[in-house]
């Protein structure tokens, strides 16, 4: 643990007071650094040479914001918002900005801060691909890795859509996809 400073919105940035993060696959394989040599050498010329460029992990969380610049339009201070940070990371700190145009979206109310934190990266890459389709009502639709976390989130967005789903998953996970709202599942 270390103490930094306390960032200061720009104009058109949002201060976020961060209450609930994730950990996840990518975060532990930055702190290890165990890859394949080829991926090895590219990520240390993205995260670092000598060691992590960017000092503080974490991808996704959700918190409320605190101070806004005086350009924001979206948002105001007080409103709760989940985020993810991509390759910016950052999220394990106490406080982080955000251009308003980043990637965040007020929490839904009926969301803790600790279920809102899980949704950025399964929820936003899910809905980017299925807007990308343009997925329309009585359309069909497979989801491959159903029961994964961008599979979980397709799966139920598609169905709001009216589509019709097949989940393809592991067996152990068919009863959770028929449940999250698969037609059918394999």
């Known amino acids: 643990m270390v103490d930094v400073e306390k960032p200061i919105p720009k104009d058109n940035e949002v ?31 993205g995260f670092g040479i000598r060691g992590p460029r960017k000092k503080i992990l974490g991808q996704e969380l959700s918190g409320e914001i605190e101070e806004t610049g005086k350009d924001v339009k979206r948002f105001r201070e007080g409103d709760q918002i989940f985020a993810r940070t991509g390759f910016d990371l950052g999220a394990y700190a106490e406080y982080m900005r955000f251009s308003e145009k980043g990637v965040l979206a007020k929490k839904p109310t009926n969301m803790t801060y600790e279920e809102a934190a899980a949704v950025p990266f399964g929820g936003i890459e899910a809905l980017h691909f299925l807007i990308k389709a343009n997925i329309q009502s009585g359309e069909k639709v497979l989801i491959n890795g159903a029961s994964g976390s961008i599979g979980t989130v397709a799966v139920q967005f598609a169905k709001y859509l009216g589509a019709e789903v097949t989940g393809v998953c592991s067996t152990q996970n068919l009863a959770m996809v028929r449940a999250i709202g698969a037609d059918h599942y394999h």
Do not use: H, N, Q, S
């Open 15 to 45: 201060l976020v007071r961060i209450y609930a993060t994730t950990v996840t696959a990518g975060d532990c394989e930055l702190r290890r650094f165990e890859m394949p040599v080829w991926l090895w050498l590219l990520a240390r010329v």
